[in-house]
């Protein structure tokens, strides 16, 4: 049975800990909406009302250009082991990127990961958990090292022109606000 709190509890808080993947999902009133697979140690809850995790360069960058133009975002979490449970966070996020007077707060609560691109911070409306007795068990291996790699490879400069190349617009041309420099 689903159930809705108006924040983030103690146990909600230990169960995201334990968890090594989440999805994000975001969208606008017209165009894709996206769902985006999340791991790596990225997110931080940062208090019972807000979280951030630390977004990786990938092949685009649809979360950024939704939240700047609508800003409704969900956060999704399912246990694959263990007791059965699906938890969401409902909220509105923004990206924060180097440019942006918070990176430096923000950007001091994650590890040095590969590829860092931009910190997404959620802001929480609502907290709801539901059953997930459908939701299959998995058994978790551990992190992939492909991005490392690739990013290695590119270097500084050259994930700086990537991002200018595939990370500024979405595939629906709205922009991401990534390496903006007004």
Known sequence: MARFY?????????????????????GTAVG???????????????????????????SGNETAAHLAHDGRMTMMWCSFEADPLILRLYG???AVHRQDA???????????LPAE?????LDIESVQTSCGYAVPLYTYRGERE?????????????????????????IDGLPTGLLDES
Do not use: C
Not at 36 to 43: A, E, F, Y
Not at 102 to 112: G, S, Y
């Open 146 to 170: 492909t991005l490392a790699r690739w990013a290695e490879k590119k270097g500084v400069q050259g994930l700086v022109d990537y991002w200018r190349e595939k990370n500024r617009v979405s």
């Open 6 to 26: 108006p924040e983030i509890e103690e146990k909600h808080r230990a169960f995201i800990a334990g968890q090594k993947i989440f999805f994000t999902a975001t």
């Open 117 to 121: 691109r931009q910190i997404i911070v």
């Open 102 to 112: 918070e990176w430096d707060e923000f950007r001091r609560h994650f590890p040095a």
């Open 32 to 58: 894709r909406l996206n769902l985006s697979p999340k791991g790596m140690d990225s997110l931080r809850v940062l208090s019972s009302r807000r979280v951030a995790y630390l977004d990786l360069t990938g």
């Open 92 to 94: 509105h996020g923004r």
